[in-house]
């Protein structure tokens, strides 16, 4: 199993024949001030799986911050089931809406593990500027 790729996007689905529908990719936000959150984003990783990988297997989700401090993390558990006969490799994309929070400039990343493993991540460039003393939280654009 591993993933063909994650990345951020403004919106995803699964069309009724089963293509994944992916809408406004994006690896950089400005922040008018900071700390914010982004909010909706949607992250997708597509996984490929082959027919021995039928079976439950856990998925973590990491946001780490430029400073390498992880700011949440989220666990989850993938089934596979088995394919048909003569089914050499599944597509298993994941689409995940959530509110990303932002506490610095810099390059965050989005690290995906299978099992106990990191097999993708994706990465997100911020900019903007820190808040003053008293302010509230930033607008994203």
């Not at 990491?62 to 596979?80: D, F, H, K, M, Y």
């Not at 509110?99 to 991540?121: A, F, N, S, W």
């Amino acid at each position: 199993m591993h993933v063909s790729f994650a990345l951020f996007a403004d919106a995803a689905n699964i069309s009724q024949e089963g293509k994944l529908n992916i809408l406004g990719v994006f690896d950089a936000v400005h922040a008018g001030q900071l700390p914010a959150l982004h909010p909706r984003a949607t992250f997708v990783v597509r996984i490929k799986a082959r027919p021995g990988d039928a079976g439950d297997h856990p998925m973590t989700l990491r946001w780490i911050n430029p400073r390498g401090t992880e700011l949440w993390v989220s666990n989850a558990e993938l089934s596979i089931a088995p394919p048909p006969p003569g089914t050499t490799e599944l597509d298993m994309p994941v689409i995940v809406q959530l509110d990303l929070p932002l506490d610095v400039t810099g390059d965050y990343r989005m690290v995906v593990e299978l099992g106990d493993e990191k097999r993708g991540e994706a990465r997100l460039h911020v900019a903007g500027q820190p808040v003053m003393p008293g302010a509230g939280t930033g607008m994203l654009s």
